[in-house]
Structures are given as structure tokens and as C-alpha cells.
T-cell receptor, first 111, second 114 residues
Framework: AQSVSQHNHHVILSEAASLELGCNYSYGGTVNLFWYVQYPGQHLQLLLKYFSGDPLVKGIKGFEAEFIKSKFSFNLRKPSVQWSDTAEYFCAALTGNQFYFGTGTSLTVIP | ETGVTQTPRHLVMGMTNKKSLKCEQHLGHNAMYWYKQSAKKPLELMFVYNFKEQTENNSVPSRFSPECPNSSHLFLHLHTLQPEDSALYLC?????????????FGPGTRLTVL
């Protein structure tokens, strides 16, 4: 079965620190990749997505992710986090007709 | 506001109750989904409807019964639930199953089964 792994379950950073959240998927064929964010008390919303083309994808709020096919990875990065980035982050892969989500990474940014 | 609304936002029910969760999307999408979100677990896909037809049922117990009367509305009927069914139930929609597009999520219904 396909799966998406997020290695960091809980990350705590100070403001202005750099962020990298890991995501690996297990599917070997064509895959569309997504990062979703869930702010406290809010719904899941899309941060960025990769379908094809440039493997470095830029999303909203200064986030970016790099698709590395050889590593089956799609890590999320932000050079300088803010307190408002405190949220749960989910990586997802769409293969064929089905979405697979990771377990999520809880990010806490300390002012 | 994503264009996907869910009601109620919170629900507490006993194991013998019958209740329904409602989802409505205002995006003109053709596919709708029910997910279960539990702590420390990946989102679990429960049901998929594409053009009102159920296309996925991921081994969900029969105490959960979906209904999709049209492309804009999706219900999840609940009957004789167990305490382990307590979770956040998320509805999502997309352009169409297999379209490769992103899913848009509602705010969820926080369900507590006593």
C-alpha cells in the first residue's frame, strides 16, 4: 500500500529560525504532492502543490518545497519562521484517484 | 473560507443515538470526500463520491452511512457509534476524482461519543 511518512512529529522553533519538515512517499509512479496547513481551530488549507515541472515549488506565506524524485521526498522549508506559523502541517500524495496523508507535524514557534 | 461548510461543528452523542453530519460545497466540484482525523494518525479516507456515485468505501463500519443527494451536498449518518469513533470528521471536495487537483476542506465536525 502507498504511504506518506512525516518524520518530525513535533517541532519547536524560535522566531526567525529556519524550518525544514520532512516528507517521504512510497509510490514509484506518477504522483502529485501537497503540503496542507491547519492553524489552531481552523480548517486544512493548501500551502503548496507539485504536479510537474520545476521541482522547487513556492507556496503561500514564504513556504517552499522541493521534490526530489530519487529520494521520494517532498520536504517543506521556510527560511525564517514567525509565531503565526504555529500550526499542524500535513504532507499528502495523490496517486491515481486516492489521496494519502502523513500523520502531520505539529510546529510551535516561540516568540 | 474555503467554500466547504460543515454542520454541526461540535457534536456529543451517546452510543445509542442517531445523528447526521452535513457537508455542503459551493465550489462547483464533482467529487466529495469524508475523512476521519484522529490524534497521531494520518487522515483516514472513509468515503468518496464522484458525480454523486460512491467510488470508495475504505472498510468503514456500517454504523457510518454516507449519502450524497447531489454534487453539492454530502451527509454522514451515524448510528450506534463507539467511543473510539470520537474524532474530527472532515469533509472535502475536489474538481473530480482523478482530476489530479487539490482537495478543499471544510472546518470539520468534532464528534465525541460517550
Amino acid at each position: 500500500a502507498q504511504s506518506v511518512s512525516q518524520h518530525n512529529h513535533h517541532v519547536i522553533l524560535s522566531e526567525a529560525a529556519s524550518l525544514e519538515l520532512g516528507c517521504n512517499y512510497s509510490y514509484g509512479g506518477t504522483v502529485n504532492l501537497f503540503w496542507y496547513v491547519q492553524y489552531p481551530g481552523q480548517h486544512l488549507q493548501l500551502l503548496l502543490k507539485y504536479f510537474s515541472g520545476d521541482p522547487l515549488v513556492k507556496g503561500i506565506k514564504g513556504f517552499e518545497a522541493e521534490f526530489i524524485k530519487s529520494k521520494f521526498s517532498f520536504n517543506l522549508r521556510k527560511p525564517s519562521v514567525q509565531w503565526s506559523d504555529t500550526a499542524e502541517y500535513f504532507c499528502a500524495a495523490l496517486t491515481g484517484n486516492q489521496f494519502y496523508f502523513g500523520t502531520g507535524t505539529s510546529l510551535t514557534v516561540i516568540p | 473560507e474555503t467554500g466547504v461548510t460543515q454542520t454541526p461543528r461540535h457534536l456529543v452523542m451517546g452510543m445509542t443515538n442517531k445523528k447526521s453530519l452535513k457537508c455542503e460545497q459551493h465550489l462547483g466540484h464533482n467529487a466529495m470526500y469524508w475523512y476521519k482525523q484522529s490524534a497521531k494518525k494520518p487522515l483516514e479516507l472513509m468515503f468518496v463520491y464522484n458525480f454523486k456515485e460512491q467510488t470508495e468505501n475504505n472498510s468503514v463500519p456500517s454504523r457510518f452511512s454516507p449519502e450524497c443527494p447531489n454534487s453539492s451536498h454530502l451527509f454522514l449518518h451515524l448510528h450506534t457509534l463507539q467511543p473510539e469513533d470520537s474524532a474530527l470528521y472532515l469533509c472535502a471536495s475536489s474538481q473530480g476524482e482523478g482530476s489530479g487537483g487539490e482537495q478543499f476542506f471544510g472546518p470539520g465536525t468534532r464528534l465525541t461519543v460517550l
